[in-house]
């Protein structure tokens, strides 16, 4: 008797789904670890800069404090747009 068989069992096929879907699931975690980390490296970076830049003078601009915390948001924004078109053109070329 063979123990390779034509017929599998259900549990087969769920596991070969949860295999299938894993790449996405990894994938999608690191997309949102690598944007935050993006956007609070971003965001430390504008507001270190803006110390180091006005920290000797008594008038603070607040455009450049606005401008230096709402950069990070545009960055992550458009990095998050990308991927989204990407992934849409992507499964337009597949059918």
Known sequence: MSINTAVSD????SRARQ????????TSHYRRAA???D???ALAAGFLAFE????SQDSQPAEYLAL?????????A????GWRLRSAIHRARLG
């Open 78 to 81: 458009s990095v998050c747009t």
């Open 35 to 37: 944007a935050g980390a």
């Open 39 to 41: 956007f609070v490296s």
């Open 19 to 26: 295999d299938a879907m894993a790449p996405a699931v990894w």
């Open 52 to 55: 180091v830049r006005f920290d």
């Open 10 to 13: 259900g549990r087969r096929g």
């Open 68 to 76: 230096s915390a709402l950069l990070p948001v545009l960055w992550i």
